[in-house]
């Protein structure tokens, strides 16, 4: 079940930033979706942490996921730039994140 409870974090966690791209471009509205997501997404991640997730291990895959996400999902909705570069870092927080999970199991 916590694994359930961190995927929604993240999706929620995702979409209140995406909202907030929207909200700073002149639709006000759309921090109502912001405030909503980030309550959501914080108390999933709470509750993934309740079902006994490991908090180095949530909060590392959630914040990996957060950015990887993030950032190819404002290239295909917002044509914002995803470099190579971007690509190389983002496989990198993510193999840094296998690595302290895997560190965790131990």
Known sequence: M?????????GFEVAA????RMATHGRKLW??????GY???FTML???LDAGMALGVGYGIW???GVALTA????LLFDEPFSWIMAAGIALVVGG???VELGAAH
């Not at 921090?31 to 909503?36: G, M, P, S, Y």
């Open 31 to 36: 921090f109502v979706a912001v405030i909503a």
């Open 39 to 41: 309550i959501v997404a």
């Open 97 to 99: 994140v296998l690595l």
């Open 46 to 48: 709470a509750l993934a």
């Open 2 to 10: 916590a694994w359930l409870f961190l995927a929604g974090a993240i």
């Open 63 to 65: 914040a990996a996921c």
């Open 72 to 75: 190819i999902l404002s290239k």
């Open 17 to 20: 930033t995406l909202s907030l």
